[in-house]
């Protein structure tokens, strides 16, 4: 069974503080690996992803994620949040070599404090 | 701009009555997704699309249909609607790297009464 754990339900930090965000996948084989976000009362957006070389990947608004092939993590960082960054966090992953679908995490809410 | 719409934005039902849900895509995407996002569940798939025509089971696919009879419009049917498929459904579209890059539209929230 293919599964994305993310640990922490909540997160809370304030405003220019760093945070990260963590996620776990359990999965054979190689696999791509995404984020996205999801502002209240709106759609998922897409963050950033990953699949080989650099293990650090960049993506919009400053956010980066790194994977660890040993640890089977693929955890989002970013260096100094902002209000509007205050959001639901899902991560995301497929098995290269299977169906064209995604297995989501059961995401991570960001709270931003003034 | 890739656009991903739904309609209704909100739905009342009846249990038992039959809802139909819309999506339609502008990004001319082969693939197409419905998605229920519940408290403590994150999203979880119902159905996908590898283009018109096509339809594939997802992770939760009883008590659900879906139909996509063009590239642009993937619809999610309920036949006799429960009052456990109240939730907020999302569509989204999707080809770059097979999917992993995927664009929603606004969801769509359904209350079975």
């Known amino acids: 069974t293919q599964t994305v754990s993310q640990s922490d339900a909540h997160v809370t930090v304030f405003e220019g503080d760093s945070v990260e965000l963590r996620c776990n996948y359990s999965?054979?084989?190689?696999?791509?690996l995404s984020w996205y976000i999801q502002h209240h009362g709106r759609g998922l957006q897409f963050l950033l992803k990953?699949?080989?070389?650099?293990?650090v990947v960049q993506g919009v608004n400053g956010f980066e994620a790194e994977f660890s092939k040993s640890d089977s993590s693929f955890h989002l960082r970013k260096a100094s949040v902002h209000w509007s960054d205050s959001a639901v966090y899902f991560c995301?992953?497929?098995?290269?070599?299977?169906?064209?679908?995604?297995?989501f995490g059961k995401g991570t809410q960001l709270i931003i404090q003034p | 701009e890739a656009a991903v719409t739904q309609s209704p934005r909100n739905k009342v039902a009846v249990t038992g009555g039959k809802v139909t849900l819309s999506c339609n895509q502008t990004n001319n995407h082969n693939n197409m997704y419905w998605y229920r996002q519940d408290t403590g569940h994150g999203l979880r798939l119902i159905h996908y699309?590898?283009?018109?025509?096509?339809?594939e089971k997802g992770d939760i696919p009883d008590g659900y249909k879906a139909s996509r009879p063009s590239q642009e419009n993937f619809s999610l049917i309920l036949e006799l609607a429960t009052p456990s498929q109240t939730s907020v459904y999302f569509c989204?579209?999707?080809?770059?790297?097979?999917?992993?890059?995927?664009?929603f539209g606004p969801g769509t929230r359904l209350t079975v009464l």
């Open positions: 699309s590898y283009g018109a025509g096509s339809t």
């Open positions: 989204a579209s999707g080809d770059i790297w097979g999917g992993v890059e995927q664009f």
């Open positions: 995301a992953a497929r098995s290269t070599g299977g169906a064209d679908r995604l297995t």
């Open positions: 999965y054979g084989g190689s696999i791509y």
């Open positions: 990953y699949y080989s070389g650099n293990p």
